[in-house]
């Protein structure tokens, strides 16, 4: 662990003014639309152990909600109940990512993903996205090629930080490379639920190998429960469920009831979530109207998002004002995007997290998040408007 310090997201938060208003969290702020879901009145818990591979009637409502989202033929043994996404995604580069390779990570993308790939002594190398954060296949091949020894992909639609997506053709050719080297592709979908005007395309809309996630910490509003999961091919998920259980053994039972709660209601908690994520897009629309790429806020001011057209996920990726400094290349430099969303912080009373947590193509860029309360959302913007001069 050598050379892990604190994440640059924990950093921004630690001596905030108490005032600030933090656009920088990564979970969802709006309420449960059935609390009560969480809590269901069945007289005791069970609170044995239970199975490996978690509460059979779990298992089959991941099951039933993959297939109904379009991967066919998943069944039982193609789930894998993991304690959040995220050890899920440690339970597959610890069973996949050998060391000395490369494994391909988005670059901006989710912080975990090199780290989890440098504890399994593999090499984690960024790929480039489109402008716009959407998955550019030619430039991942292109990486792809240049590391013969490759032993893992990772691609992660809505995208964290960039909100970017992935089109049905990028994602087939990323698949088809994948399964022509046999390197195993891994689809981080957490977000694919989080959607305003129409649902992502997914991994599943083109192949039914390589590995999706999911996860109640996002859409479902629950991340507090620590319940995630991976489907694909029973015989790619064996060795990623052994060190599961060598971890954790299992997830907690109380967490996979009420994950179990959550899924039955899906059918209302999933438009719920939908519509507040549309909120507060209609929020960001309204303070900052899009148009060419860039977005007026205020009078006068603006700020160029990289993301007008798509509605999806709950963050706005931010490029830095053009006028920071009479330098225009040292919006380039990370040092420059730390200091200025520190000022952001200490002087404007805006929390938001720099770009280059998320790896150093966030150079000049700024990750603002949706999920908290609408009313802190807008004055956050209000106060980022005037560091943004048209
Ligand atoms: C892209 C992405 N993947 C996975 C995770 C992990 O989520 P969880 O472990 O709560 O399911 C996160 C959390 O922020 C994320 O942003």
Known sequence: ???????????????????????????????????QAVRPDEGPADLSYGPNTSDPALVAAIAGYAQARGSDTVGPDGVMVTAGSQAALFALFQAYAEPGSAVLVPDPGFVAYPTLARLCGATPVGYPLRPDGDLDAEALLAVLGEHGHTSLVVLNHPANPTGGLASADALQRVAEACAERDVLLVSDEVYAELWVDEPPASLRDVTDTGVVLGSMSKAFGAPGLRIGWATGEPEVLAPARLVHNAMTTAPSRLSQRAALALLGAAGEVLPAAREQLRLRWDAVE????????????GDGHHIPMSRTAT?????????????LDDDSTSRDDPAVTEAFALRLRDEAGVTTIPGTAFGPRGAGFLRVSLGGPVDALEEGLRRLAPWWKA
């Not at 662990?1 to 979970?27: F, V």
């Not at 509605?311 to 706005?316: C, D, I, T």
């Open 286 to 297: 309204r303070l900052a109207p899009g148009g060419n790429g860039h977005s007026f806020l």
């Open 1 to 35: 662990m050598a050379g892990q310090g604190l994440s640059p997201i924990r950093r921004m938060a630690l001596g905030a003014p108490p005032d600030a208003i933090n656009l920088g969290l990564g979970e969802p702020g709006w309420p449960l639309p059935t609390g």
């Open 311 to 323: 509605r999806a996920g709950f963050y706005l990726w931010l490029a830095l004002p053009h006028d």
